[in-house]
């Protein structure tokens, strides 16, 4: 009896666990975290992904995660906004526009720019998730790169060729649909890297060049029948 009292009294109570301390950052610097953390988070596991989870990999609280962004969507949006829109330089415009170089160097360059901005991890499985659950995202991606890269470039094959400007006849679908073969088929290989995990060449700016010279010799032999 006396044994067994002494063993309860050197027994440790049960204890809760500990709170998770969260350490206090300025609010933009917090922002930034999340906005960070969610891009990660989103990528991996996709937009169905739970926001306490989230909050776990972020090291902050549920209740504090919903401080900075009253709801889930709110945050996609705000994902959407940093991987997507922000990533879109306006400069490009002014390089596919730019007549006193070749056309076929300029296409290249800006192949590599905009690969360099946008064909990575994040970006490419944050666009599929957000195309498989049948959102708008990817509709306004698309409108905004129909409108301020490939209409351009539709522009400036034309000007290669000889034929009249878009300010005389309009960019035509079949046009449009073309260019969107060369655009595509260089997302693709992106998509074979980050979703498929499948083998693809080291040097993805040949690949550009060969895409890009291949195509302009296409638009040259069109133009001529």
Same mark, same amino acid.
């Given at each position: 009896?006396?044994?067994?009292?002494?063993?309860?009294?050197?027994?440790?109570?049960?204890?809760?666990?500990?709170?998770?301390?969260v350490?206090?950052? &300025?609010?933009?610097? *917090?922002?930034?975290?999340?906005?960070? @953390?969610? /891009?990660r988070?989103?990528? %991996?596991?996709? #937009?169905?992904?739970?926001?306490?989870?989230?909050?776990?990999?972020?090291?902050?609280?549920? &209740?504090?995660?919903? *401080?900075?962004?009253?709801?889930?969507? @709110?945050? /996609?949006?705000?994902?959407? %906004?940093?991987? #997507?829109?922000?990533?879109?330089?306006?400069?490009?415009?002014?390089?596919i526009?730019?007549?006193?170089?070749?056309?076929?160097?300029?296409?290249?360059?800006?192949?590599?720019?905009?690969?360099?901005?946008?064909?990575?991890?994040?970006w490419i499985?944050?666009?599929?998730?957000?195309?498989?659950?049948?959102?708008?995202?990817?509709?306004?991606?698309?409108?905004?790169?129909?409108d301020?890269?490939?209409?351009?470039?539709?522009?400036?094959?034309?000007?290669?060729?000889?034929?009249?400007?878009?300010?005389?006849?309009?960019?035509?679908?079949?046009?449009?649909?073309?260019?969107?073969?060369?655009?595509?088929?260089?997302?693709?290989?992106?998509?074979?890297?980050?979703?498929?995990?499948?083998?693809v060449?080291?040097d993805?700016?040949?690949?550009?060049?060969?895409?890009?010279?291949?195509?302009?010799?296409?638009?040259?032999?069109?133009?001529?029948?």
């Open positions: 009896m006396a044994g067994s009292m002494r063993r309860r009294r050197t027994e440790s109570p049960l204890r809760a666990p500990p709170r998770k301390r350490t206090r950052l &300025p609010g933009a610097e *917090r922002e930034r975290q999340i906005i960070e @953390a969610a /891009i988070f989103f990528a %991996e596991v996709g #937009f169905a992904g739970r926001t306490r989870e989230l909050a776990e990999r972020a090291g902050i609280t549920q &209740p504090l995660l919903y *401080r900075y962004f009253a709801t889930k969507r @709110a945050l /996609i949006d705000r994902v959407f %906004e940093e991987v #997507f829109l922000k990533r879109m330089d306006p400069r490009w415009g002014q390089l526009a730019n007549r006193s170089r070749p056309l076929e160097e300029r296409l290249v360059e800006f192949y590599a720019l905009y690969s360099r901005a946008t064909y990575s991890y994040e499985r944050i666009y599929m998730f957000s195309a498989l659950m049948g959102n708008n995202f990817n509709r306004r991606y698309i409108g905004i790169v129909e301020t890269i490939l209409k351009p470039i539709c522009n400036e094959i034309r000007h290669y060729c000889g034929l009249p400007g878009a300010d005389v006849i309009p960019i035509s679908e079949l046009e449009l649909e073309h260019l969107w073969v060369m655009h595509g088929g260089l997302f693709y290989y992106a998509v074979r890297k980050y979703i498929y995990h499948s083998r060449g080291d993805f700016l040949a690949v550009v060049k060969r895409v890009v010279v291949a195509m302009l010799k296409g638009a040259r032999a069109i133009s001529t029948r």
